[in-house]
């Protein structure tokens, strides 16, 4: 069967793993047809927007897409087009596991963590004022009405909305995902000993879901607390279900246990479609250098060969992708003892040493 996948190679260094892992997909004898869409400043320059409709129709027909990551300007212009696509498709669970492989130089061992991060709000909501607006005035008089607080006039402000839908679904998401994955822990994280009402209000809801799944142990700790605990002892967690804004914080505390970025794929989930990316941002500093590490692509595309029901050729893609880890030749600067080794190779090389593993594990 013929998988059709929108494939959206983003920009930074995007198009180079994005590309990288598309070839590595290809090499596994699945059969896939590639829908190509554009989005982010290109899509921008080309469409005069950076998520032109014929992406996202291109997405709800195909119901699977690869992405690479996608730059958003810092402070002024577009907003986040990443979250864009996950909030108008409905994504409403980023799935990231992360784990240590053989002979990546971290001081940890055994890490096995699975981040399942609530994606459609939070401080992510987007619904934000800003210093000197109208708006921002009507809301600053709101809450001296509503509160008795007064917050200084030259303030900007952005809304942290935490709804009760959106708590319910993702700690069921991430029960239902234990349950299937043979996992034994679900650990909902939270501030909610200072935000009472929206971090309260995911923490209660939590509470209640984990009641449906005894054969699942819950326990809950606090941001900072786990933050501690990670560094310190990360074994000890197995799923962690967190609000959009420390989900994002922890992901990258999360790559940083288990070698760094270039090795932390995910996959944001909705009802019946789901975009496969990796943790990692655009990188422009290393655009178009053929330097960026492709394994977080591929490992995200090895998630995709599972959603799609292709398991075999999943377990042997993260096979060959395991191989070239541990043997550690064929392998972009950041897996290097000394990132400034100079027999790191480059970006389509790693492709080519997961290509030739799988090839002679066909032999
Ligand atoms: P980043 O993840 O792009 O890069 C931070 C640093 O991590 C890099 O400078 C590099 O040293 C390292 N790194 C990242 N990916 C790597 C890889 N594959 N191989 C080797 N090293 C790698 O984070 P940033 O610099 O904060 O963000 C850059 C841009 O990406 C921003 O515009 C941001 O908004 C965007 N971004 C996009 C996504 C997405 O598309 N889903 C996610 C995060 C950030």
Redo the contacts with the bound molecule.
């Keep these: 069967m013929r998988h059709k996948i929108t494939f959206i190679p983003?920009d930074?260094?995007g198009p180079e793993?994005a590309r990288a892992a598309q070839r590595t997909l290809e090499a596994t004898g699945v059969q896939f047809q590639w829908d190509t869409a554009i989005i982010g400043s290109q899509a921008q320059d080309m469409f005069g927007t950076p998520l032109p409709g014929s992406a996202l129709e291109s997405i709800k027909r195909n119901k699977i897409a690869i992405k690479g990551?996608?730059?958003?300007p810092i402070g002024t212009g577009f907003r986040?087009v990443?979250v864009a696509v996950r909030k108008k498709l409905d994504l409403y669970a980023c799935l990231r596991p992360y784990k240590t492989y053989p002979g990546v130089h971290t001081p940890y061992k055994n890490v096995d963590i699975v981040v399942v991060r609530e994606n459609t709000e939070d401080l992510y909501s987007g619904i934000e004022f800003a210093r000197g607006d109208q708006e921002t005035a009507k809301l600053l008089e709101l809450v001296v009405h509503a509160t008795g607080e007064r917050i200084k006039k030259d303030s900007a402000v952005s809304l942290k909305v935490i709804s009760q839908a959106a708590s319910e679904r993702i700690t069921k998401f991430a029960f239902e995902y234990a349950r299937q994955n043979g996992r034994k822990k679900v650990t909902a994280i939270h501030k909610a000993n200072i935000l009472k009402f929206s971090d309260g209000l995911f923490l209660d809801t939590a509470r209640k879901v984990a009641k449906s799944y005894p054969d699942i142990e819950f326990t809950d700790m606090v941001l900072d607390a786990t933050c501690m605990q990670l560094v310190r002892r990360p074994q000890q967690f197995d799923i962690l279900v967190l609000p959009n804004f420390y989900g994002d914080i922890i992901s990258d505390l999360c790559a940083g246990l288990i070698g760094?970025?270039?090795l932390a794929p995910g996959a944001n989930i909705g009802n019946d479609i789901a975009v496969f990316?990796p943790t990692?941002?655009?990188?422009?500093?290393?655009a178009g250098k053929n330097r960026?590490?492709p394994i977080?692509t591929m490992l995200s595309g090895v998630m995709m060969l599972h959603h799609l029901g292709e398991k075999n050729s999943a377990n042997r893609l993260e096979k060959a992708i395991t191989d070239v880890i541990t043997e550690g030749k064929s392998v972009?600067y950041?897996l290097k003892f000394d990132p400034n080794d100079s027999n790191a190779v480059g970006t389509s090389q790693v492709a080519d040493a997961v290509i030739e593993k799988l090839r002679q594990a066909e032999k």
């Design positions: 983003g930074g260094v793993v990551p996608v730059t958003t986040s990443n760094g970025l270039g990316e990692h941002g655009s990188a422009p500093k290393y960026a590490n977080a972009t950041d």
